[in-house]
């Protein structure tokens, strides 16, 4: 539950990873790799993109998780690949979607397979830099660039961190590659409480980066429920993000949308 009682903040909030911890498998995997040859399937220049530049790194990626899925989750079949691209044949494996980034003069994302993307377009990134990865996000240029360059320039093979990222949306599905945001009115039953658990970990021959995103996806009702708490620190949460951050996000006008419904409820 990445909420703060304190209120909305940027921050990196990276924390130290074991890489016994690295990949999660959880009930939803068989329907999630199925929803993922899916979009293979149908959508693959939404989902994957490539350059010459991430190959080698994709190859050194795919066999970490198959080495890390043998250590560590031994009912997780490794059935030999297909020929297709590295990060896909990874991507196949795991629940996580796959970022590599190489170094020339900065930082790129140079292969990722990302079935489940929230709200942007991987076409549009690849090749790109951190900083301009991250140009539509509010307050990141100012507040997170250079750390976030630092970090990378940083990171060494044995050391891993994760962090969580969280939004609310007003649909479940886990593929959503539209950039377009609104803000919808509705009741606590029509949004969703998305968490995006990232990872960074450095490959050791490569040096590149691997950045995972595990996505988990809950009704707001149900979380309601399970805690007395998350209403009114979402609702804070969502008072104390700023008007940049609210556009962004889509959710301008949702606090005060959610506070009629509970009222009336
Ligand atoms: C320490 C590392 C990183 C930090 C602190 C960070 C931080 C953030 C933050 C705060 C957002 C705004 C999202 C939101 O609040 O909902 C964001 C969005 C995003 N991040 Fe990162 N990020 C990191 C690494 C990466 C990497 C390695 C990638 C590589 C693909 C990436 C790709 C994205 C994308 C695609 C978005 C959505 C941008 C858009 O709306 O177009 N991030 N990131």
Not at 103 to 108: I, S
Request: glycine share 4%; hydrophobic share 40%.
């Amino acid at each position: 539950m990445p909420l703060d009682a304190g209120g909305w903040r940027l921050a990196m909030g990276l924390r130290p990873l074991e890489l016994a911890a690295w990949l999660e498998i959880d009930e939803h995997y068989g329907e999630e790799i199925a929803l993922k040859t899916q979009l293979l399937d149908e959508s693959y220049d939404v989902v994957v993109a490539t350059e010459p530049e991430g190959d080698e790194a994709s190859l050194e990626l795919l066999a970490e998780i198959r080495e890390n899925l043998r250590a560590h989750h031994w009912g997780v079949a490794t059935p030999p690949h297909e020929r297709e691209h590295a990060i896909v044949a990874a991507s196949r494996l795991v629940q996580e979607d796959l970022c590599v980034l190489v170094r020339d003069d900065v930082w790129r994302l140079r292969a990722a397979c990302v079935c489940f993307p929230s709200r942007w377009n991987l076409a549009t990134k690849i090749g790109a830099t951190l900083d301009d990865i991250h140009r539509p996000v509010p307050g990141y240029d100012d507040e997170l660039a250079r750390p976030t360059n630092a970090f990378f320039d940083r990171l060494k093979p044995d050391r891993a961190f994760w962090r969580l990222n969280w939004t609310l949306l007003d649909s479940p599905a886990l593929y959503q590659p539209a950039v377009a945001r609104r803000s919808p009115g509705g009741k606590l039953e029509d949004w969703y409480f998305r968490v995006e658990r990232q990872t960074l970990r450095a490959l050791p021959r490569t040096n590149a980066v691997v950045f995972t995103i595990r996505t988990h996806v809950t009704s707001a009702a149900t979380l309601r429920e399970r805690d007395d708490t998350f209403v009114s620190t979402l609702l804070h949460s969502l008072d104390t993000a700023p008007a940049s951050v609210q556009s962004y996000k889509g959710w301008t006008g949702v606090a005060e949308q959610l506070r009629v419904a509970l009222d009336q409820g």
